[in-house]
């Protein structure tokens, strides 16, 4: 299968799509840059969604980063999700989509610490709340037997959040600790976001 991946090399979404896709020669990523004027006319022009990641079979679109692992993993023969993983996997896109959704208030000039905002104040809670629920499966998955899409996820999330400065985990030793396991996992030096 010839498979065309478009995104940028920061977002998490599409990192973990890269993670999943690493080593597999016929695959070709393609980076956008949204935030400048012509990588956002051409995402526009190619994608109503105007969100990345995006995949090509061919002529084929898939939008949306877990259409994207659903496809795959039909493809190639994945052992499919359990239940309880689909809610972890649930639980670490929501809190991407919420930190998404915050840089991107405060990169459009928003005070995001407005206490008296309700949007915020429901988007600012969501996050350590669902961090707490993973922490008990983030403290188990260890690189040796689990590095799969669960794992890519939480990488690619944690590695974004401190990249980007959204929410600072750094006294949740279970995350720091988790970071520090998987740091040397396959594709992840590949996938580093480059320096600027
Ligand atoms: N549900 C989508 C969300 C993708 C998404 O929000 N991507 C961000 C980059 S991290 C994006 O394209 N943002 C541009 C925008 O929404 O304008 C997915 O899982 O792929």
Request: aromatic letters at 12%; one cysteine or more; proline letters at 6%.
């Amino acid at each position: 299968m010839a498979l065309t991946l478009i995104g940028s090399y920061t977002s998490p979404y599409v990192r973990k799509i890269r993670l999943l896709l690493h080593g597999d020669p016929s695959v070709t990523f393609q980076a956008v840059n949204y935030f400048e004027e012509e990588g956002n006319k051409y995402l526009k022009s190619i994608n109503p969604f105007n969100q990345i990641p995006m995949l090509l079979d061919g002529d084929q679109p898939i939008y949306d980063s877990r259409v994207i692992f659903n496809y795959i993993a039909k493809k190639k023969n994945l052992k499919p999700l359990t239940i309880d993983e689909e809610n972890i996997l649930s639980a670490m896109d929501t809190i991407i989509a919420t930190g998404v959704n915050l840089f991107s208030l405060k990169k459009g000039g928003v005070d995001i610490d407005d206490s008296s905002n309700y949007f915020l104040v429901r988007q600012k809670e969501r996050i350590p709340s669902l961090m707490k629920m993973i922490t008990p499966w983030v403290a188990a998955q260890k690189p040796e037997n689990n590095w799969n899409y669960l794992t890519m996820t939480m990488y690619s999330l944690l590695y974004w959040m401190n990249f980007r400065e959204v929410y600072d985990y750094s006294h949740m030793p279970e995350m720091t600790a988790f970071v520090e396991r998987f740091k040397n996992c396959p594709g992840v030096a590949e996938t580093d976001i480059p320096k600027a």
